[in-house]
């Protein structure tokens, strides 16, 4: 989440008179930096991990498994070790950072500092979750885990799904019929983030997620647990009326989405138009991913025919107005808005020859004084295009005390807006007054039970990255067909069962220094031009454009003849000599690198799961989550996950993560948990 003041927060009515001030001042601060860091160059590859943990209190009497609201003590506890523990703090591994997240029952932690561009620090990023893991376990009670769990299965029911009991009746910022007050860190920027999307959309938010349909699961499915009657909210009677669809899970509260957790990556640049590029590169990654790292198919209790956060997340925080959603003709608000301020990005931003205007195909509002005021300071049109994109939606949180700011040196007015446009990538200009450049951030990918595969994700976007920007790769596809894979991406199997629309040609000229590493197996590998390069250690951060090509602008292919649909192996593995798949694209960046032999198989094991989970020969966690529910023995074939499977789903998910429970389905046979000796650190 954004930045954490300390301060007066403003309802609704009275942050909206500030909105149009948040937004000048935030313009202004973006071109304060704009000015001072748009020709920034040179700065090395660092990089990053973000992993969210939920941290689970198990009652063993009881059978039950709960969410623990000791966030707060919890966090202090970490924060205030982290000066003791460098004493006997592994060498080689900066102090991790613990940080606060939407649930009160949730922790995100960080390395203490950024990885650089060495293959050693490529290979300390498992270690470094663990070491984070081991961190978080030791400062919580003997009955309290810290899961890496994608969305908690139980939040929601009737009863008890918390550790300790409030009543959802007390949620005075949601109006939900099913999660307290108590959910929502308690810091002031989260319930009146909770409330004011509310207030401004005009109604609670409303997610509705497909049921799946077992042998006994009721038809038509009418959720029996709704709190139908209830009124005490003026919202209540919203599920009766039509709120809530019959066949479907109904949510009703930002908790069920901010509540998740994820896992993401934010990669330094060169220069602004290196991180240009390696954004629009990943934008269409971003389902892809999605897909393959589906862990969370359970919803209130209910097996989903979804396997993905994604939905539910953007329904979460929609706080789009009736008249905003196309529900009403425009007469408050100025814009229709297609999307929720956290979906899938809307616009390639890239100036390289090889973004062709036909790519960015769907509707995009845009604040058109503030594109007018971007362009008139010299920024080209995409840039500004993104910005005043981004700067349609209101400020949702004002700080009475933070109003007034020095433009030059804060940036916090142009955060509220950045940092609330939650998309699948995110573009970040470097902080005023800091060493920091400009970065991108991958946000798509749902977090994985193991740190293995965490780690394994990691490296394979890193490198996947890497690849982009050394081979220039072309993955442009329209937005549209970025959109309509997000919506594959989370259906039930999506990985095995679906197909996605990819760029069936990836090279951006004629055969690039990609396809001949790739055919090549000499050990230096070839440049552009086809002269033998040396082999680096470090993967590098600078690279040149796309070169033109000889025919100069001119895109002879119609945009559709340019992609197809293939399947998940097929995207992962290659499927002919213009796609060879991006696990071979890696490969040949690879090529590129020196890499010890010792550090190459550990290379291999993390690209290597990431092959099984493409091909099928390992199940996705959402699979595998599925199929454990639905072999437990107190399942009774009616979508319903009880106290028991929770429970004894997340204590196998805590076994299976220590090694000492076997999945073979989901991981590779020779995984041994947290104690291997695979980037261990002996804690
Ligand atoms: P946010 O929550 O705003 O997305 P966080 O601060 O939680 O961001 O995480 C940012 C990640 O970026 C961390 O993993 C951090 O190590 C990493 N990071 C820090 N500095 C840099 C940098 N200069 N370049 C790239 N990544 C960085
Ligand atoms: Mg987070
Ligand atoms: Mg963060
Ligand atoms: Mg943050
Ligand atoms: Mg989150
Ligand atoms: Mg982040």
Redesign the pocket.
Same mark, same amino acid.
């Given at each position: 989440?954004g930045l954490l003041y300390l301060g007066t927060p403003l309802v609704w009515d009275e942050a909206k008179a500030y909105a149009d001030h948040v937004r000048d001042h935030g313009i202004t601060q973006f071109l304060h930096i704009w000015d001072r860091l748009k020709d920034r160059h040179g700065d090395e590859l660092l990089w990053g991990d &973000?992993v969210e943990y939920m941290v689970v209190s198990f009652d063993d009497k009881e059978k039950n498994a709960k969410l623990s609201l000791r966030q707060t003590e919890i966090l202090a506890k970490l924060n205030a070790i982290v000066g003791d523990i460098c004493a006997d703090c592994p060498k080689d591994i900066a102090v991790p950072t613990f940080?606060p997240e939407y649930g009160r029952y949730m922790l &995100?932690a960080?390395p203490g500092a950024p990885y650089t561009g060495s293959i050693h620090d490529l290979l300390s990023v498992e270690a470094n979750m663990r070491y984070r893991r081991t961190l978080a376990r030791q400062h919580l009670k003997p009955n309290e885990i810290p899961l890496t769990f994608t969305s908690f299965p139980r939040l929601g029911v009737p009863g008890q799904f918390t550790e300790p009991f409030f009543d959802p009746k007390d949620a005075i910022s949601s109006h939900s019929l099913f999660l307290p007050e108590e959910i929502t860190n308690p810091h002031a920027r989260f319930p009146t983030l909770t409330a004011n999307i509310r207030r401004r959309r005009g109604s609670k938010v409303a997610i509705n997620l497909p049921v799946f349909f077992d042998e006994k699961t009721p038809r038509p499915f009418i959720d029996p647990t709704i709190p139908w009657d209830r009124a005490i909210y003026p919202e209540d009677s919203e599920a009766r009326l039509g709120a809530a669809f019959p066949d479907h899970i109904y949510l009703d509260a930002m908790g069920f989405g901010m509540g998740c957790c994820c896992l993401?990556l934010t990669f330094q640049s060169c220069n602004v138009s290196d991180a240009r590029r390696m954004y629009d590169g990943l934008i269409p990654i971003g389902p892809i991913l999605l897909a393959l790292t589906a862990a969370s198919p359970i919803w209130r209790g209910y097996l989903a025919d979804v396997d993905c956060r994604w939905n539910v997340i953007a329904g979460s925080v929609d706080d789009r107005t009736e008249e905003e959603r196309g529900l009403k003709p425009l007469r408050t608000n100025k814009h229709r808005i297609p999307k929720s301020r956290y979906d899938s990005v809307d616009l390639y931003i890239s100036n390289d020859w090889i973004n062709r205007p036909e790519y960015n195909d769907t509707y995009l509002p845009i604040d058109e004084k503030i594109y007018e005021r971007l362009r008139s300071h010299g920024l080209d049109d995409l840039l500004a295009k993104h910005i005043s994109h981004l700067f349609i939606r209101d400020p949702l949180v004002v700080f009475s005390e933070t109003v007034d700011q020095d433009d030059t040196s804060s940036s916090d007015h142009f955060e509220n807006i950045q940092s609330t446009n939650w998309q699948t990538l995110r573009f970040k200009p470097p902080p005023p007054n800091s060493p920091i450049g400009w970065r991108v951030e991958f946000r798509s990918m749902e977090v994985q039970m193991t740190d293995f595969e965490n780690a394994a994700y990691a490296v394979f976007v890193v490198l996947l990255s890497r690849a982009i920007m050394a081979f220039n790769l072309n993955f442009y596809i329209p937005i549209s067909k970025v959109d309509e894979n997000m919506q594959r991406a989370q259906q039930r199997d999506a990985s095995t069962s679906k197909t996605f629309y990819f760029r069936k040609d990836v090279y951006s000229t004629n055969r690039s220094a990609a396809s001949s590493v790739w055919s090549s197996s000499g050990s230096s590998s070839p440049t552009t031009d086809g002269a033998p390069r040396k082999k680096t250690r470090k993967m590098e951060n600078c690279f040149t454009p796309p070169p033109l090509p000889e025919n100069g602008f001119v895109h002879r292919t119609p945009v559709e003849a340019e992609y197809e649909e293939m399947t998940m192996k097929e995207i992962m593995n290659g499927k002919d000599e213009n796609f060879p798949g991006l696990l071979p694209l890696i490969d040949a960046y690879l090529e590129t690198l020196e890499v010890e032999s010792q550090d190459m198989v550990r290379i291999r094991r993390y690209l290597d799961l990431v092959r099984r989970r493409s091909d099928g020969r390992l199940l996705t966690p959402a699979t595998w989550i599925r199929n454990f529910v639905r072999s437990h023995s107190d399942y009774r074939q009616d979508s319903v996950v009880s106290q028991t499977i929770n429970y004894d789903l997340l204590q196998a998910v805590d076994e299976i993560e220590r090694g000492v429970r076997k999945a073979p389905d989901l991981l590779p046979t020779d995984y041994t948990g947290g104690d291997t000796d695979q980037g261990s650190i002996g804690l």
């Open positions: 989440m &973000e940080h &995100e960080t993401q």
